[in-house]
């Protein structure tokens, strides 16, 4: 069975970090572009950041530029998000997807992926 599984979400306070993570059975992440997705209620889903099949390549949203890093570590099969200086527009919930080699712009501009995870809530709330 085919599963990307996130980890890291939780409640932090604005200014506060959290990093999130991404693992996959079934498959390993080398072949794929990997994005990180957001949706908040009452609100589209957004491309917040992906990285390309073997790092080379990173796309952030303006939302997140300068605050968020991507990394990815193929042997141990993970992806990660660091989140730094987390305000509260960036609670939602969080999304790892894959897909098949294509440009990380184009992946986190179209949400047209391969596989979705299951999602992890961030809050951020003082």
């Known amino acids: 069975q085919l599963q990307l599984v996130e980890s890291g979400g939780g409640l932090v306070q604005p200014g506060g970090s959290l990093r999130l993570s991404c693992a996959a059975s079934?498959?390993?992440?080398?072949?794929?572009?990997i994005g990180w997705f957001r949706q908040a209620p009452g609100k589209e889903r957004e491309g917040v950041s992906c990285i390309s099949s073997r790092g080379g390549y990173t796309y952030f949203s303006d939302s997140v530029k300068g605050r968020f890093t991507i990394s990815r570590d193929n042997a141990k099969n993970t992806v990660s998000l660091q989140m730094n200086s987390l305000k509260p527009e960036d609670t939602a919930v969080y999304y790892c997807?894959?897909?098949?080699?294509?440009?990380?712009?184009?992946?986190?501009?179209?949400?047209?992926?391969?596989?979705w995870g299951q999602g992890t809530q961030v809050t951020v709330s003082s």
């Open positions: 079934g498959f390993t992440l080398d072949y794929y572009a």
């Open positions: 997807a894959a897909r098949s080699p294509t440009t990380v712009q184009t992946m986190c501009k179209t949400g047209h992926v391969n596989y």
